[in-house]
């Protein structure tokens, strides 16, 4: 089943929350802003609340889906023991709440992947920077991340995953972008929700290392056009 933000009742309910709204100066003019106040007043929004657009995907959807998720995953191993590989840090509260809701034995082992995000054509391939622990041979393997966008990250972990004789390798996201501009990016086994193309955080996903303790999955203030997601700095997901 295709859950999409934005285009069902979750989606309704998502516009129909309501926020404390306060005025900031969006992220972008915060970039490039000459204007101390503006830049004051919004560093004392970093991480809060008060920098929230819009809710994506409300906290009370991402619950009844995970939970869906975890029936459609415990059914498709039908009781076997699986080894979970967690993409740090975006997927671990996705983690946190998935693994609970498994009824199958489980391992979990945690990789970390930076890259640089969004280098057109010359981008350089992800990085493990906290490589593969223990031995994945004869495993059922399932790799977890938060969220899909070009599917550089999940593509490298896949192949290196492939290498180690694994006995079968599956993929889960929260979330994936809607990229009708890629047409390569890797097929995904689970999916929570697919999303715009727009630059998320909570739930795990962060701007800056910061907003992964919303509840909610939202879009910031100055994000909305999908742009600064894409900016080229070196990210630790
Ligand atoms: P990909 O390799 O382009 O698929 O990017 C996947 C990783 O980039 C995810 O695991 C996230 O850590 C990060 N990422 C991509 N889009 C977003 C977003 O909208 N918000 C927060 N992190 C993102
Ligand atoms: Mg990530």
């Known amino acids: 089943m295709q859950y999409v933000a934005g285009n069902d009742r979750m989606g309704e309910e998502a516009k129909g929350t309501s926020f404390a709204c306060v005025q900031a100066s969006p992220c972008r003019a915060f970039m490039s802003s ?3 106040t503006s830049r004051r007043r919004f560093d004392n929004l970093r991480g809060g609340r008060g920098n929230i657009a819009r809710v994506v995907v409300p906290g009370s959807a991402i619950a009844r889906r995970v939970a869906e998720l975890a029936e459609e995953i415990s059914a498709c191993y039908d009781g076997r023991e699986i080894t979970i590989l967690a993409v740090l840090t975006g997927s671990l509260v996705f983690l946190a709440d998935l693994m609970r809701r498994l009824t199958m034995p489980l391992r979990i082992g945690v990789v970390s992947v930076s890259s640089y995000v969004g280098r057109a054509a010359t981008a350089e391939a992800p990085r493990i920077t906290i490589p593969l622990d223990g031995d994945l041979s004869g495993r059922d393997v399932l790799i977890l991340d938060d969220i899909l966008d070009s599917g550089r990250t999940l593509r490298a972990l896949c192949d290196l995953v492939e290498k180690q004789n694994v006995a079968s390798l599956k993929t889960c996201v929260l979330l ?13 086994d689970f999916v929570g929700f697919g999303v715009g193309d727009e630059f998320v955080v909570g739930y795990g996903l962060d701007y800056d290392n910061l907003y992964r303790n919303l ?13 600064a997601g894409r900016c080229g700095r070196e990210e630790v997901q």
């Not at 994936?176 to 995904?188: G, I, M, Q, T």
């Not at 909610?216 to 742009?227: I, M, P, Q, W």
């Open 215 to 227: 509840p909610d999955v939202c879009v910031l203030k100055g994000f909305a056009d999908g742009v």
């Open 34 to 36: 000459v204007d101390k």
């Open 176 to 188: 994936r972008k809607n990229r009708p501009d890629l047409s390569d990016r890797p097929a995904v």
